[in-house]
């Protein structure tokens, strides 16, 4: 491993460690793991001063082993096409883990969102989405960008419109990108699933006992002490369903500074202290420490960078306390970091299957915006008159009448929110047990994120090996 290795290098590192233990063609990996398309682009942008900039954008679809490519947009000043190149390879594999059915892509947009006014935001994303598709690098079957780091639900729903304007009468055209607001063709459960996501994932590893006990902890997670980098999207609700689960939140860390309480820190009263405050700092109940980074060093079981990239590095990953790492973000975790936590027996499960949740439920979203209907709106009374129905034969078999509470509670039909969530917790669950498979029966010589990324190996592998070559 090289030192001080790029992200795009840190991404190709991970996927030849993998490649070794199977048995492809190396002309076949070559063509997984290089990119296919890469678009950049510069335009110029009016401020609202009256003067112009000249934005940088990039487009990077790294596999159209599936089609549409997916993948987010983000807008941060460290946007470049290694960076672009790197997340865009990561979507692949994630895509392939988690059995959504999409080519890895990632675009982005190099600027710092807080620096702009809304309009001069929408302007410069209306502009960057007229360049896409003028290039053929968006639409519902081709590649649909969804929300990252700088970026929501109001970029996605300006993402939409632009498209729609440009390709009017396009019956699919709201599939052109997801992670848009419900009222604009999204899905209930897109803004938490990421996190939700992480919260599932982690679950199912912390139920299992012996690989609980190999690391000295008890299974579940129902007491675990958790550390969180960046409340964000991802991060916030993490946090917020770990703590719903009965984890206790020992420490954040966000751009400003870090805090911690061994004893536990609340969510909510943070936040809205940070709210009021611009700040984490200073919050009541809770110690100030001297530096943000010091909270990924501070005593817990489970630290969850929800971030940015290359956040544990060789020079910190000695310090890491937490027993298992857990990567919300996008590589968190420099390739040295990952070679020094494995030699300290710290369990890293990684960002490509971890993080999953949101590409997941944007895969329920493009789903729904292609089938133009909500899920659930079919079948949710019928299966409330069948319930009911049940419920009347029990009572009289019984001759025991249930109380409206009991009744209302089994004659509930699915909502589209519940179906969501149901699919993300099928998903995330499902797709841990073939990596931890993998890790299991190469006894000890992989770590979860070498087995993880030979599951994608192999799974996209297959793919290319069906379609063969054109012509
Ligand atoms: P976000 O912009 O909503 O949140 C990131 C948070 O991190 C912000 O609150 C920011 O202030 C904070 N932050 C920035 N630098 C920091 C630092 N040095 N220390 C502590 N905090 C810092 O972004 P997000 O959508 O939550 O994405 C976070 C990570 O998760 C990224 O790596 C992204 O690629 C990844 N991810 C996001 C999604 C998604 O659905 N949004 C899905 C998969 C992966």
Redesign the pocket.
Known sequence: MSVGSSFLEQVNQAFDRAARFTHHDPVLLANIKACKNLFYTSFPIKRDDGSIEVMHAWRAEHSHHKLPCKG?I?YAPTVDADEVLA?AALMTY?CVLVDVPFGGAKGGIRLDPKTYSVGELERITRRYVFELVRKNFMGPGLDVP???????PREMAWIADTYTQLRSGEVDALGCVT?KPVSAGGIRGRTE??GRGVFFGTREACGIGEDMKALGLATGLEGKRVVI????????YAAKFFQEGGATLVGF????G?ISNPKGLDLEKVMAHRRERKSVLDCPGATNLAH??E?LELECDILIP????R?ITAENAPRVKAKIVVE?????TTGEADEILAQRGIMVIP?AYI?????TV?YFEWVKNLGHVRFGRMQKRFEQGAYSRLLESVEGLTGRQFTAEEIERVTQGASEEDLVNSGLEETMVGAYHPIRKEWKERGGKVDLRTAAMIVAIDKVALSYQQLGIFP
């Open positions: 987010g983000r997340l994630k969804a929300p990252d780091v700088g970026t929501g992670g699933a990421t980098q960046g409340l964000g999207n991802v991060g916030y860390a966000e751009s400003e870090a943000r980074e909270a929800a971030a940015l990239e956040q919300a973000a996008n590589g968190p960002d993080n999953a949740g949101g590409v944007s």
